[in-house]
């Protein structure tokens, strides 16, 4: 018996290959991901979904039986989650190594980011001066008192941006410019990104911060509500004149105990590929992992931009002092 036929009938003997993928992505498009992989390797991909800090307490209690293969979510803040709980297993993968800059990977490769957004800025048009916030420093100034609307402190998004500050500047800055955005509220922090870029259309406050996928959204959309938005608002990619904008990114890992490492490797390693690529770009708006074209027209709109190099490892690294530094500071 020939070697490939050996292990044909070992695979048929073992049943079809298969990942048991785990999801706190909130996005429709990824079933063209999955479908795309399916097509491209014959692996079956069983979808689990559901929110990250859910899927982790699973994963988590399940142990050694569980059938979680790969974590996949936004955040680097939650892909830290993982590695810290020792869910995820260290995987040594020169593709992933290529096509992947090291910022944008754990250094202790439990986990890889698969596409960028940047939290950047939105003004409305016409209501202040965009000169004033060209920074994110800038939301702490005192000229914006009455005019900020933000998320929850507690939102991971933000805490990254906080663990972000916290590396570059410090946490006694990082604190004195949390206090200083609390200060500036229009409103107490509430709903998700786009009902701040929401709030500033509709004149509730005069700036904000959102993700750029939540805004490429409705830049691209064709209803009308969504047109009367974009209209309104204006978008700054914060510190173009220093380090660049804060960066974040959707990722995964391989978990401890999976069963199917092998093709887990495998699923990662396409995320990585052009063609998932485009899926990132197109389907969600989300900027290619390596830079390079999106082919996405909103994204285009909205240009290039400076992004932040600091290692994204560092927005978990810092989590529980940036958490620690919005509760002190009031940013509920
Ligand atoms: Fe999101």
Redesign the pocket.
């Known amino acids: 018996m020939s070697g490939a036929l050996f292990a044909l009938t070992l695979a048929g003997l073992a049943g079809a290959a298969e990942i048991n993928l785990y999801s706190g992505r909130?996005y429709d498009s990824d079933a063209q991901l999955y479908a795309d992989f399916e097509a491209k390797t014959g692996i079956k991909v069983n979808i689990i979904e559901g929110k990250t800090d859910e899927l982790l307490a699973r994963i988590e209690a399940e142990g050694e039986a569980s059938p979680a293969d790969i974590f996949f979510t936004?955040d680097a803040g939650n892909l830290w989650r993982a590695e810290d709980k020792g869910l995820l297993q260290p995987i040594d993968s020169e593709t992933l190594k290529a096509a992947i800059p090291a910022a944008y990977r754990d250094p202790n490769n439990q986990w890889f980011g698969f596409s960028r957004r940047a939290r950047i800025i939105y003004i409305a048009k016409g209501a202040i001066d965009p000169a004033l916030v060209q920074t994110y420093a800038d939301l702490a100034r005192p000229e914006l008192k009455g005019k900020v609307c933000m998320r929850s402190g507690s939102a991971i998004?933000n805490l990254s941006l906080m663990g972000g500050l916290i590396e570059k500047i410090g946490p006694e800055k990082a604190e004195e410019w949390a206090k200083g955005v609390v200060a500036n509220l229009a409103k107490e922090p509430q709903g998700?990104?786009t009902d701040q870029i929401k709030s500033v259309a509709a004149g509730e406050c005069a700036v904000t911060l959102a993700?750029t996928?939540?805004f490429a959204r409705i830049l691209g959309s064709d209803k009308p509500e969504d047109k009367a938005v974009a209209e309104k608002i204006q978008w700054i990619f914060p510190d173009q004149a220093g380090d660049g904008a804060h960066v974040n990114i959707s990722g995964a890992g391989v978990t401890k105990y999976a069963p199917n490492r092998d093709e887990a490797v495998k699923f990662l390693e396409y995320l990585a590929s052009p063609d998932a690529q485009v899926y990132f770009a197109k389907g969600n708006n989300e900027y290619p992992i390596g830079g390079g074209e999106s082919g996405n027209a909103a994204l285009d709109t909205m240009g290039p931009f400076k992004a932040d190099t600091l290692n994204v490892a560092a927005y978990g690294r810092n989590q529980k002092a940036a958490q620690e530094i919005m509760d002190r500071a009031g940013w509920k």
Do not use: I, V, W
């Open positions: 909130h936004a998004y998700g990104d993700n996928y939540y």
